[in-house]
């Protein structure tokens, strides 16, 4: 209410059941916001599981083709 709606574009939350009640509430009341789940960090941890290298002879094709993305998540946590 403080900035008024018409300066809000979306509204990202956790996932859990009450964020998504209250997103639809959000967009019930004030339909030009939209709410959006946080999923950064289930897809870090799919990635993760694909780039690990343990998991290298199973997901070997993703492996070739995803470890690139190692590197960034290595580089980004030194940063």
């Known amino acids: 209410m403080e900035v008024e ?3 809000v574009v979306q509204i ?9 009640v209250v997103g639809m509430v959000i967009e019930v009341e004030f339909p030009s916001i939209y709410w959006i789940p946080y999923v950064m960090h289930t897809l ?11 998991n290298m002879e199973r ?8 470890s ?9 946590t030194f940063i």
């Not at 870090?44 to 343990?54: E, P």
Request: neutral net charge; glycine residues 0%.
């Open 44 to 54: 870090n941890l799919v990635l993760k599981n694909i780039c690990a290298a343990k």
């Open 12 to 20: 990202i939350t956790d996932n859990a059941t009450v964020c998504k």
């Open 59 to 66: 997901n070997k094709v993703a492996y070739d083709q995803c």
């Open 5 to 7: 709606s018409n300066n």
């Open 68 to 76: 690139w993305i190692s590197q960034i998540a290595d580089d980004a």
